[in-house]
């Protein structure tokens, strides 16, 4: 067992890579009551293109990791979800762009909960019938989504940004997309992207890590599986330039909403400074677009925005892009606006004192951040299968100045780069 200290943190994780392959990390927290655990795949929803080394490239139709997540709880003999509860532990999954994460949260009886989470993750279980039935149940999702104004602003925004690549596809897939799945094609999946030396078990809270650890080792080696094989996915090229440069729904809402993206040539960056990358765009778009700032505040009192307005960031090796917005009465005049302001900071650069500020607000939420296992739990996976340390985050934006969060404003905030969806009154 490896153990990694992080002195300035003052955290220690525990790390074990099993003879099938599966990573362990458990993070104790000395003190805390409650207890996350999450079972990760490397396995998303642009994972539609792939093979192991060696063999066939195998196209899925869209959807699938996200219906092979809801098809993990169906067991022969009783619901998972009773199980859990039975012994106190609330339990969840999601599937993102790149991961499906299996979870619970627990004050009691971890270990039982942890024994439940491994198994059933690693005990597949599809019919025909049962597949079929799910079917209807995520197209009653997917049809839900569709009349929800956030959700199609959203993605009508990425799709409006990406030609190719797959990240462009709701998560759930579309009605068409799902109704090609099979019970065959599913388990296809599950024994390409399931098997453990492809999956991270991650625990965080008031644990032994020896116990944990020890837990693990006992209940993989009771098991078996054949030797992992790297996993090769496949994208399409990815032209530079957006699909639409604009893009207009309607729907039932009581104000529009607007979204604006600004799409990443290429992703030129790996490792580590692929989170410098991140964290600077992150801190960049605070300075510029952050509750406290005149942009937003004149915004605001213009009544433009609202609460509602927001910004994020999205980062891979494949994909980048930020989406900027919320409600407003008036797309095209906040659309105007924003732009007109942010090509006079380009100008004028981020201000020096904002900068420095924020900068300091943004590590403290990173340390405060450490005292919520749950908000740990939720991102230490995702860093990890890119190839990055959470707690190497803390550096990055120590590490980051004035000068490049301006080089970033100016580099990444390209007219040609950008996209506009926009939900508007029937």
Same mark, same amino acid.
């Given at each position: 067992m490896e153990k990694l200290h992080y002195e300035r943190l @003052?955290?220690?994780? =525990?790390?074990? /890579?099993?003879?099938n392959g599966l990573e362990v990390v458990v993070l104790p927290k000395s003190g805390f009551q409650k207890t996350y655990a999450t079972f990760a795949t490397r396995y998303g929803s642009v994972d539609n293109h792939f093979a192991h080394v060696g063999t066939? $490239?195998?196209?899925? $139709?869209? %959807?699938?990791?996200?219906?092979?997540?809801h098809k993990m709880f169906e067991e022969p003999d009783g619901d998972i979800f009773a199980t859990f509860a039975s012994h106190g532990a609330s339990a969840n999954a999601f599937t993102s762009f790149d991961r499906t994460v299996y979870l619970f949260s627990a004050t009691e009886h971890v270990t039982e909960n942890l024994t439940t989470l491994i198994n059933f993750v690693q005990n597949p279980y599809f019919t025909d019938e049962n597949v079929e039935k799910e079917k209807g149940i995520i !197209? @009653?999702?997917?049809?839900? =989504?569709?009349?929800?104004?956030?959700?199609?602003v959203y993605f009508g925004l990425i799709e409006a940004m990406y030609q190719n690549h797959p990240v462009h596809i709701d998560i759930a897939g579309t009605v068409d997309s799902i109704r090609k799945i099979?019970?065959?094609?599913?388990y296809h999946c599950y024994n390409t992207f399931y098997h453990p030396s492809n999956m991270l078990l991650f625990v965080v809270? %008031? /644990?032994?890590? !020896?116990? +944990? +650890?020890?837990? /693990?080792?006992?209940? @993989?080696?009771?098991?078996? =599986?054949?030797?992992?094989?790297? +996993?090769?996915?496949?994208?399409d090229d990815e032209p530079s330039k957006v699909r639409n440069k604009k893009v207009i729904q309607k729907l039932a809402v009581s104000l529009p909403k607007c979204m604006i993206g600004f799409k990443e040539k290429a992703i030129t960056v790996t490792g580590s400074d692929l989170l410098q990358q991140e964290v600077t765009t992150k801190l960049m778009l605070d300075c510029l677009l952050g509750t406290s700032t005149s942009l937003y505040q004149s915004l605001y009192e213009e009544q433009l925005i609202s609460d509602s307005f927001s910004h994020e960031y999205n980062i891979d090796s494949q994909y980048?892009?930020?989406?900027?917005? %919320?409600?407003?009465?008036?797309?095209? @005049?906040? /659309?105007?606006k924003l732009l007109a302001a942010v090509e006079q900071i380009k100008e004028t650069g981020l201000d020096a004192t904002v900068f420095e500020r924020i900068k300091r607000k943004k590590i403290g939420n990173f340390l405060r951040m450490l005292n919520s296992p749950e908000a740990i739990a939720g991102e230490f996976t995702k860093y990890r299968f890119r190839g990055n340390d959470l707690f190497d985050i803390l550096h990055c934006y120590e590490k980051c100045t004035l000068a490049d969060a301006n080089a970033r404003l100016r580099e990444h905030f390209d007219a040609e780069q950008m996209s506009i969806s926009i939900v508007n009154h029937l």
């Open positions: @003052q955290e220690t994780l =525990y790390r074990e /890579v099993l003879d066939e $490239p195998t196209r899925v $139709p869209d %959807g699938i990791a996200h219906f092979l997540e !197209e @009653q999702e997917i049809n839900m =989504y569709a009349d929800n104004a956030d959700w199609r099979d019970k065959e094609t599913l809270g %008031g /644990v032994d890590p !020896e116990e +944990i +650890i020890a837990l /693990v080792r006992s209940n @993989q080696a009771a098991k078996n =599986y054949p030797p992992g094989k790297s +996993i090769s996915r496949f994208f980048g892009f930020s989406i900027i917005g %919320g409600d407003t009465p008036d797309p095209d @005049q906040l /659309v105007t």
